[in-house]
């Protein structure tokens, strides 16, 4: 049996050799000489690496699932699939049809709008302009304080006041807070954190925002219950960072300058519609525009 095995493998060798000879001006490849621009050919026709860049622009959603590292080779696949369907199509004639010169005038035109929204919406909004505009919005947005706050929640406006008779007289805030609060932050001393306006409930945001650090509150009702507060700290929000908000501010630039370039088209132009209705909500959808 060891040396039937042994001969079933030097037959297949063998084979595999022989084989090897046929295929292999077929599949070697890199005889080819390529362009600097080609990465395929499909019987002789280009692929090149600008369509594989459009490719790219077009399937974004598709390749979200997909590893980085096999996006290029998910590209020419799909690329290759279209050259030779694209291939056969002409052979029948199908690029003379109606349906085709109409998806082909549609698709020209979104190339277009994609070209003339490069040139006039994002080469609109550079660097600069967004620099400039974060400097205005950091002006604008003058600091806003945060506090940095602990509290003790209980039930009962009596329990309360007792309860501020007992800080007033030396007791540790944060030691009656683990051992009287009802709140989730009673286990960590009554412990908020910083927070700034708009974080908390309004009774207890104003009562908060008017105590000097240190100072301590009489009894705060809210919808929660009744609260003892003690600010420990107070400061001032610094801006965020132009890097953490240049992208957004980017996307709030380019839709306005968007709007700025779509309006004086249609200053321009004489926009007719056939069904009233669609008329209508288009009218009502665009502010008349």
Known sequence: MLFAGKRMVSRLATSAMVLGMFLVPQVAVGQTVFGENVAALVD????????????????ANDMRSIPPEEHRAFLISVLIDMKLMANKAREQ??????????RLRYLEERALRRAYFTQRVEGGV???????AYQELITDQ?????LRARHILVETKEEAQAIVAELEGGRDFAETAQERSTG??????????????????KEFEDAAFELDVGQISPPVQTQFGWHIIKVEEMRQTPPPPFEQVAGQIQQQLMREQYDVVVN???????????????????GAATGGN
């Open 142 to 146: 003058a600091a806003s304080p945060e």
């Open 93 to 102: 004639n199908l690029n003379q049809s109606v349906a085709y010169m109409e």
């Open 126 to 132: 550079g660097e600069a302009e967004v620099r400039a």
């Open 44 to 59: 002789g026709v280009e692929i090149t690496e600008t369509e594989l860049a459009f490719a790219a622009e077009d399937l």
């Open 264 to 282: 004086e088209l249609k200053d321009g132009a004489v926009i007719e519609i056939a069904d009233p209705a669609m008329a209508a909500a288009y």
């Open 184 to 201: 989730p932050s009673g286990p960590s001393g009554g412990d908020l954190g910083f927070f700034g306006r708009g974080r908390m409930v």
